[in-house]
């Protein structure tokens, strides 16, 4: 079974410009979740997708985050425009149930990640 | 609000001396509990869950997790390091909703 596939690995990019992360999560996942990970942090969600429909992106700076998940497949990221701040490994994940009910097993399968510079 | 208390952020250990690395959660409703491991350049790993049931919770490459309701904790532990032990380890509470809120990690050395 082919796990979460991310792309790009590695970006570099000047502050105030835009940049974008791509997921491919495992096939048949219902759930997909978009983490930032702060070096010397534990990741954050930033926003949970069932399907194609948002579940949670209270942790979502709109202003300059959006996130997509066409077709309820693939998702993309997007930050425009970038701020130094923004510096971290960008982690997406995907789960096969929705919500977990009280005795029902669940996991996240993580991705490598998008390493993410902003000089 | 839940947090995740990781109570140590390096543990050195001798290869095949145990280890125990802490963590606590602070939550009013009945959560599930995670570990993760994060091993250079990769995404995180699944180490061994708590749902419900018996509170010593056995997981992939020899580790365990004991969970204590009375002191909101769920200590990993492993009786014998290796070192490719070594990577960076995450304790994470859900309360079922899928969202994960993680500690802010604990670097495990194992040295020769």
């Known amino acids: 079974e082919a796990g979460v596939a991310q792309s790009p690995r590695y970006k570099i990019i000047e502050k105030r410009q835009s940049v974008a992360f791509w997921c491919n999560p495992i096939s048949g996942h219902a759930t997909l979740y978009w983490y930032q990970q702060i070096l010397g942090q534990g990741p954050k969600l930033l926003i949970q997708f069932q399907n194609n429909g948002v579940v949670d992106d209270s942790q979502l700076p709109k202003d300059r985050f959006s996130a997509e998940r066409l077709k309820g497949v693939d998702s993309t990221l997007k930050i425009q425009p970038a701020k130094l701040e923004d510096s971290a490994v960008y982690l997406c994940a995907s789960s096969l149930v929705g919500q977990a009910r009280a005795g029902s097993p669940y996991e996240q399968y993580f991705g490598p990640g998008t390493r993410l510079t902003v000089t | 609000a839940q947090s995740v208390t990781q109570l140590d952020s390096q543990v050195p250990v001798f290869e095949e001396a145990p280890v125990e690395l802490r963590c606590n959660y602070s939550?009013?409703?009945?959560?599930?509990l995670f570990w993760y491991v994060q091993y250079p350049n990769q995404g995180l790993q699944l180490l061994l869950k708590?749902?419900?049931?018996?509170?010593l919770v056995k997981g992939i490459n020899g580790f365990e997790a004991e969970f204590n309701k009375s002191q909101t904790s769920f200590h990993l532990r492993k009786p014998s390091v290796h070192i490719s032990d070594t990577a960076e380890y995450f304790c994470a509470v859900s309360r079922g909703y899928n969202k994960l809120i993680f500690g802010a990690g604990t670097r495990l050395a194992v040295h020769p």
């Open positions: 708590y749902l419900s049931g018996s509170t």
């Open positions: 939550s009013s409703v009945s959560v599930y």
